[in-house]
């Protein structure tokens, strides 16, 4: 399983805990056994199946969530999750995540109303049912009506995020594979969109490849939607579609520039080549009977006049006006991050020290970071009181003396209590 997944069952299971009015410690603690879980820089299945303790070492696992985290690796869900779902309706979940709306509310909605889905919550948000609630006045029911149609057209989709922890993986195996000599992700994954559909994978690779097979073969493949010479489509077990296509690699480049779109961008391109007399598709750039370029996406885009546009920009939204008169942005990439005002240490639930961190900062070319521990509420982190962070403060200091190339900030992540105090 991938990190993802068991951390989406522990977000669950949380939601459903909370919908209950379980205890808020007990809540948090999964909350934060999901965080570390899916950000964790090795595969937490794999600690899972080791002999090994690193697992109950993991900041805020321990011996019990790690035996959790077992039992979802072992079994593909958790126990306790069942058992919640039993008690609760599913739906409830669902409702929780409109936008206005959180685990309190949607109780308040079933207890008071019995709804227990989207659609009998749209049909009371219309009906002006849901201003009969404590709370609920014409705002919110506004607000909830509006959520409920981006919920929907959401659905199917998956967050960038979480698109790029199924796929990474994918091409890692994939490459594997004998005789691929180019692959790339295409679609809106490629163009980097807030929310991703279907994932397109496309290869050029030599004659008796067997990147079909081995892409079938994908432990994580839930069922085959087709498995053909050029063509091959899966499902994964987190509901993922991913299609496969095999392109020459004379096509190669025109096939990347078509199936990473946008439509609207494409069909821009197309007319630029029409006004000179081109034919432009995913098989290459035509001049009549005879192939003129497409190996390349720098080809295609020659073609028409223009430089080469990231994918990001595709959207036919001025980046071709942009393209033809020398204007196209310099596009922000992870080089040029120069620090990062959000860090945990050892004091709480960091895995590293201060000089780590410092010295990992460094190395990445930061010129300055601050440490933002957690405060006394979140005991299941080890939160720090005053007393606590004076101590980091006074090493902080210590530690800055050492670097004067970086910055060190002091700070904390501050919880805001039940009565709007602050917890330090």
């Keep these: 399983m991938e990190n993802i997944e068991i951390a989406r069952i522990f977000e669950e299971v949380a939601d459903l805990l909370e919908i209950q009015g379980a205890n808020p410690f007990r809540v948090r603690a999964y909350r934060n056994a999901a965080r570390t879980v899916e950000t964790a820089g090795v595969p937490v299945a794999t600690l899972a199946l080791s002999d090994t303790d690193e697992l109950d070492r993991l900041p805020g696992i321990g011996k019990d969530l790690a035996g959790k985290i077992r039992e979802i690796v072992e079994t593909g869900d958790l126990a306790l999750r069942q058992e919640l779902l039993r008690e609760i ?5 669902e409702i929780m995540r409109i936008p206005g709306l959180g685990p309190k509310r949607a109780k308040q909605l079933y207890d008071e109303l019995g709804i227990a889905s989207v659609d009998a919550l749209e049909e009371a948000a219309r009906s002006g049912r849901l201003q009969e609630l404590k709370g609920f006045g014409p705002t919110l029911e506004a607000k909830v009506l509006q959520g409920i149609a981006e919920h929907r057209a959401r659905a199917g989709r998956f967050r960038l995020v979480d698109a790029d922890a199924y796929v990474r993986p994918f091409l890692e195996y994939l490459k594997g594979a004998k005789g691929i000599a180019q692959m790339e992700v295409a679609g809106s994954y490629r163009r980097r969109r807030e929310t991703v559909g279907d994932v397109d ?10 990147v079909a097979d081995r892409f079938v073969r994908y432990p994580q493949v839930e069922t085959v939607l087709a498995h053909g010479a050029t063509r091959c489509s899966v499902r994964l077990c987190s509901g993922l579609q991913v299609d496969l296509r095999g392109v020459p690699r004379l096509s190669y480049g025109a096939a990347l520039h078509y199936f ?10 197309r007319t630029l080549g029409v006004r000179r007399g081109l034919k432009i598709n995913e098989y290459g750039v035509f001049k009549g009977a005879r ?5 390349t996406e720098e080809e295609v885009f020659d073609a028409v006049g223009l430089p080469w546009i990231p994918p990001e920009l595709r959207e036919d ?6 393209a033809r008169d020398g204007r196209l942005p310099q596009l922000v990439t992870v080089d040029d991050i120069v620090g990062d005002l959000q860090m945990h240490t050892k004091y709480t639930d960091g895995k590293n020290t201060v000089e780590e961190m410092a010295r990992a900062a460094r190395a990445r070319g930061y010129r300055y970071i601050a440490i933002t521990d957690h405060t006394k509420a979140v005991r299941v982190a080890g939160g720090l009181d005053a007393e606590g962070f004076r101590r980091q403060w006074t090493e902080i200091e ?20 039940e009565d709007g105090r602050l917890d330090l």
């Design 201 to 210: 994978i496309l290869v050029a690779a030599r004659a008796g490849s067997d």
């Design 260 to 269: 990473t779109g946008s439509k609207a961008h494409n069909i821009a391109i």
């Design 398 to 417: 210590r530690v800055q003396r050492e670097f004067d190339d970086l910055r060190i900030l002091k700070g904390a992540e501050v919880d805001i209590l």
């Design 317 to 322: 939204r001025g980046e071709i006006e942009a």
């Design 291 to 295: 192939r003129i370029g497409g190996r």
């Design 89 to 93: 309706p599913a739906g409830l979940v």
